[in-house]
Protein backbone atom coordinates (compact mmCIF):
# COMPACT_ATOMS: atom_id res chain seq x y z
CA UNK A 1 0.00 0.00 0.00
CA UNK A 2 1.37 3.37 -1.01
CA UNK A 3 0.57 6.35 0.83
CA UNK A 4 1.14 10.47 0.38
CA UNK A 5 3.89 11.60 2.45
CA UNK A 6 4.77 15.55 2.10
CA UNK A 7 8.33 16.56 2.16
CA UNK A 8 10.10 19.58 2.21
CA UNK A 9 13.81 18.43 1.80
CA UNK A 10 15.71 21.72 2.19
CA UNK A 11 15.63 23.52 4.83
CA UNK A 12 18.44 25.78 7.08
CA UNK A 13 18.81 26.29 10.85
CA UNK A 14 20.74 29.06 12.36
CA UNK A 15 23.90 27.58 11.76
CA UNK A 16 24.09 28.62 8.34
CA UNK A 17 25.41 32.08 8.10
CA UNK A 18 22.16 33.42 5.99
CA UNK A 19 19.31 32.30 7.93
CA UNK A 20 17.65 33.37 10.95
CA UNK A 21 18.80 33.13 14.77
CA UNK A 22 14.77 31.26 15.37
CA UNK A 23 15.82 28.40 12.89
CA UNK A 24 16.11 26.50 15.72
CA UNK A 25 15.83 22.64 15.71
CA UNK A 26 12.80 22.67 17.85
CA UNK A 27 10.88 25.30 16.30
CA UNK A 28 11.98 23.93 13.01
CA UNK A 29 9.69 20.77 13.65
CA UNK A 30 7.10 22.70 15.28
CA UNK A 31 6.69 24.70 12.06
CA UNK A 32 7.10 21.44 10.00
CA UNK A 33 3.94 20.11 11.49
CA UNK A 34 1.92 22.76 11.46
CA UNK A 35 2.56 23.41 7.93
CA UNK A 36 1.24 19.27 7.31
CA UNK A 37 5.02 18.00 6.63
CA UNK A 38 5.83 14.77 7.25
CA UNK A 39 9.50 14.61 6.31
CA UNK A 40 11.76 17.18 6.47
CA UNK A 41 15.71 17.36 5.87
CA UNK A 42 18.60 19.85 7.71
CA UNK A 43 20.98 21.16 5.31
CA UNK A 44 22.76 23.64 6.52
CA UNK A 45 25.59 24.87 3.99
CA UNK A 46 29.19 22.93 4.44
CA UNK A 47 27.89 21.48 8.14
CA UNK A 48 25.88 19.24 9.70
CA UNK A 49 26.33 20.27 13.65
CA UNK A 50 22.64 20.55 14.09
CA UNK A 51 21.44 18.00 12.37
CA UNK A 52 21.45 15.61 15.81
CA UNK A 53 19.06 17.97 17.88
CA UNK A 54 16.32 17.79 14.86
CA UNK A 55 16.54 14.18 14.25
CA UNK A 56 15.92 13.04 18.18
CA UNK A 57 13.47 15.77 18.63
CA UNK A 58 11.62 14.37 15.61
CA UNK A 59 11.62 10.52 17.11
CA UNK A 60 8.82 11.55 19.75
CA UNK A 61 7.14 13.40 16.77
CA UNK A 62 5.01 12.19 14.08
CA UNK A 63 7.64 13.46 11.77
CA UNK A 64 10.84 12.31 9.58
CA UNK A 65 14.33 14.29 10.07
CA UNK A 66 16.37 13.01 7.20
CA UNK A 67 20.20 14.47 8.63
CA UNK A 68 21.63 16.24 5.46
CA UNK A 69 23.95 18.93 4.46
CA UNK A 70 24.43 21.78 1.31
CA UNK A 71 27.86 21.38 0.31
CA UNK A 72 29.19 24.29 -1.61
CA UNK A 73 31.61 22.53 -4.73
CA UNK A 74 35.02 24.20 -5.39
CA UNK A 75 33.04 25.21 -8.37
CA UNK A 76 30.54 27.35 -6.68
CA UNK A 77 27.95 24.85 -6.67
CA UNK A 78 24.83 23.72 -4.43
CA UNK A 79 24.78 20.00 -4.15
CA UNK A 80 22.07 18.52 -1.36
CA UNK A 81 23.68 15.36 0.52
CA UNK A 82 21.39 13.62 2.53
CA UNK A 83 22.06 10.12 4.25
CA UNK A 84 20.43 7.76 6.06
CA UNK A 85 21.79 7.72 9.58
CA UNK A 86 23.96 10.72 10.75
CA UNK A 87 27.12 8.96 11.14
CA UNK A 88 27.97 9.10 6.76
CA UNK A 89 27.08 12.30 7.23
CA UNK A 90 29.46 13.04 9.82
CA UNK A 91 31.97 11.63 7.39
CA UNK A 92 30.88 13.59 4.70
CA UNK A 93 31.33 16.88 7.06
CA UNK A 94 35.07 15.96 7.95
CA UNK A 95 35.70 16.17 4.47
CA UNK A 96 33.75 19.38 3.79
CA UNK A 97 35.80 20.77 7.10
CA UNK A 98 39.39 19.56 6.36
CA UNK A 99 39.58 22.44 3.48
CA UNK A 100 37.19 25.15 4.44
CA UNK A 101 38.70 27.85 6.07
CA UNK A 102 37.95 29.86 9.37
CA UNK A 103 35.97 33.07 8.98
CA UNK A 104 38.18 35.40 8.61
CA UNK A 105 38.20 38.61 11.25
CA UNK A 106 36.32 36.15 13.57
CA UNK A 107 32.31 34.68 13.40
CA UNK A 108 29.92 37.93 14.73
CA UNK A 109 27.86 37.46 17.77
CA UNK A 110 25.04 35.03 17.02
CA UNK A 111 25.95 34.11 13.83
CA UNK A 112 26.59 30.06 12.87
CA UNK A 113 24.82 28.88 15.98
CA UNK A 114 24.95 25.36 17.66
CA UNK A 115 21.41 25.19 19.19
CA UNK A 116 20.99 21.94 21.36
CA UNK A 117 17.19 20.22 21.51
CA UNK A 118 16.14 22.10 24.68
CA UNK A 119 16.59 25.49 22.79
CA UNK A 120 20.39 25.98 24.47
CA UNK A 121 23.29 27.32 22.91
CA UNK A 122 26.08 25.42 22.84
CA UNK A 123 28.34 26.83 20.85
CA UNK A 124 29.32 29.16 16.98
CA UNK A 125 30.93 27.45 14.54
CA UNK A 126 33.94 29.35 13.41
CA UNK A 127 34.65 27.95 9.84
CA UNK A 128 33.09 30.58 7.02
CA UNK A 129 30.04 28.08 6.05
CA UNK A 130 29.18 30.34 3.22
CA UNK A 131 32.63 29.55 1.87
CA UNK A 132 33.39 27.36 -1.63
CA UNK A 133 34.86 24.19 -0.01
CA UNK A 134 37.83 22.22 -1.97
CA UNK A 135 35.65 19.10 -3.00
CA UNK A 136 34.55 19.19 -7.05
CA UNK A 137 31.25 18.61 -8.21
CA UNK A 138 32.41 15.35 -9.28
CA UNK A 139 34.27 14.14 -5.64
CA UNK A 140 31.02 15.70 -3.65
CA UNK A 141 29.01 13.24 -5.85
CA UNK A 142 30.54 10.25 -5.68
CA UNK A 143 31.34 10.81 -1.70
CA UNK A 144 27.90 11.22 -1.26
CA UNK A 145 27.03 8.27 -3.23
CA UNK A 146 30.12 6.00 -1.51
CA UNK A 147 28.57 7.13 1.48
CA UNK A 148 25.10 5.60 1.07
CA UNK A 149 23.36 9.06 0.38
CA UNK A 150 21.60 10.83 -1.50
CA UNK A 151 22.84 13.97 -4.38
CA UNK A 152 20.48 16.48 -5.41
CA UNK A 153 21.21 19.43 -6.95
CA UNK A 154 20.19 22.25 -5.21
CA UNK A 155 17.82 24.84 -7.12
CA UNK A 156 19.23 23.79 -10.30
CA UNK A 157 17.06 26.78 -11.94
CA UNK A 158 18.90 29.70 -9.79
CA UNK A 159 20.84 32.41 -11.44
CA UNK A 160 23.44 31.58 -8.85
CA UNK A 161 24.96 28.54 -7.19
CA UNK A 162 23.21 26.33 -9.09
CA UNK A 163 24.60 23.58 -11.46
CA UNK A 164 23.50 25.59 -14.68
CA UNK A 165 24.54 28.74 -13.88
CA UNK A 166 28.36 27.70 -12.57
CA UNK A 167 28.86 24.78 -14.96
CA UNK A 168 26.59 25.63 -18.05
CA UNK A 169 25.21 22.25 -18.01
CA UNK A 170 24.74 19.15 -15.78
CA UNK A 171 27.75 17.46 -17.09
CA UNK A 172 27.58 14.06 -18.36
CA UNK A 173 27.74 11.06 -16.15
CA UNK A 174 27.20 13.42 -12.89
CA UNK A 175 25.29 10.91 -10.78
CA UNK A 176 22.78 13.01 -9.53
CA UNK A 177 19.79 11.33 -7.91
CA UNK A 178 17.42 14.03 -8.44
CA UNK A 179 17.69 17.75 -8.97
CA UNK A 180 15.76 20.59 -7.11
CA UNK A 181 13.49 23.09 -8.48
CA UNK A 182 13.94 26.63 -6.90
CA UNK A 183 11.01 27.58 -4.49
CA UNK A 184 9.82 30.59 -6.93
CA UNK A 185 9.98 29.40 -10.40
CA UNK A 186 7.48 28.38 -12.46
CA UNK A 187 7.52 24.40 -13.18
CA UNK A 188 5.90 24.44 -16.92
CA UNK A 189 8.74 26.93 -17.98
CA UNK A 190 11.28 25.16 -16.01
CA UNK A 191 9.79 22.10 -17.94
CA UNK A 192 10.13 23.65 -21.33
CA UNK A 193 13.53 25.12 -20.22
CA UNK A 194 15.44 22.10 -19.09
CA UNK A 195 13.42 19.23 -21.09
CA UNK A 196 17.35 18.08 -22.03
CA UNK A 197 17.21 17.21 -18.32
CA UNK A 198 14.36 14.77 -17.56
CA UNK A 199 15.59 11.74 -17.04
CA UNK A 200 16.48 12.77 -13.50
CA UNK A 201 13.50 13.03 -10.52
CA UNK A 202 12.33 16.59 -9.79
CA UNK A 203 12.23 17.30 -6.86
CA UNK A 204 10.73 20.50 -4.92
CA UNK A 205 11.90 22.66 -1.51
CA UNK A 206 10.95 25.43 -0.07
CA UNK A 207 15.26 26.22 0.72
CA UNK A 208 13.80 27.77 3.99
CA UNK A 209 15.87 30.52 5.88
CA UNK A 210 13.07 31.80 7.51
CA UNK A 211 10.47 30.01 10.35
CA UNK A 212 7.58 31.17 7.67
CA UNK A 213 9.42 29.49 4.50
CA UNK A 214 8.74 25.80 5.92
CA UNK A 215 6.45 24.45 3.74
CA UNK A 216 6.07 27.06 0.84
CA UNK A 217 6.49 24.54 -1.16
CA UNK A 218 7.10 20.22 -1.01
CA UNK A 219 7.18 16.83 -2.64
CA UNK A 220 4.51 14.59 -2.67
CA UNK A 221 6.22 11.18 -2.36
CA UNK A 222 4.11 7.97 -2.94
CA UNK A 223 5.98 5.65 -0.47
CA UNK A 224 4.87 2.64 1.46
CA UNK A 225 6.01 4.44 4.95
CA UNK A 226 8.20 7.89 5.72
CA UNK A 227 12.20 6.20 5.43
CA UNK A 228 15.34 7.50 3.78
CA UNK A 229 15.12 3.90 1.91
CA UNK A 230 11.46 4.51 0.58
CA UNK A 231 12.52 8.13 -0.72
CA UNK A 232 15.24 6.82 -2.28
CA UNK A 233 13.07 3.61 -4.48
CA UNK A 234 10.49 6.47 -5.25
CA UNK A 235 13.39 8.82 -6.99
CA UNK A 236 14.29 5.62 -8.67
CA UNK A 237 10.26 4.78 -9.66
CA UNK A 238 10.68 1.11 -8.07
CA UNK A 239 7.62 -0.80 -6.70
CA UNK A 240 5.06 1.92 -8.55
CA UNK A 241 6.71 4.34 -5.88
CA UNK A 242 6.46 7.81 -7.21
CA UNK A 243 6.50 11.66 -6.36
CA UNK A 244 4.45 14.76 -7.49
CA UNK A 245 5.87 18.85 -7.61
CA UNK A 246 3.31 21.48 -8.27
ZN1 LIG B 1 21.82 26.85 -2.03
ZN1 LIG C 1 19.88 26.26 0.73
Not at 8 to 30: F, G, K, N, V, Y
Not at 106 to 133: C, D, H, S
Not at 163 to 191: C, H, K, N, V, Y
Request: aromatic share 6%; hydrophobic share 40%.
Amino acid sequence: MLDRFRADLHIHTCLSPCASLDMTPARIIERAEEAGLDIIAITDHNSAENTGPAVRLARERGILVIPGMEVTTSEEVHILALFPSEEPLHELQAMVYHGLPEREGGVPEFEQVIVNEFEEVEGFNRKNLIAATTLTLDDAVREIGRLGGLAIASHMDREVFGIISQMGFIPEGTAFDALELSPSSDLQRARSIFSEYTQFPWVRSSDAHHLTDIGRRWTDFYIQEPSFEEIRMALRGEGERELRIM
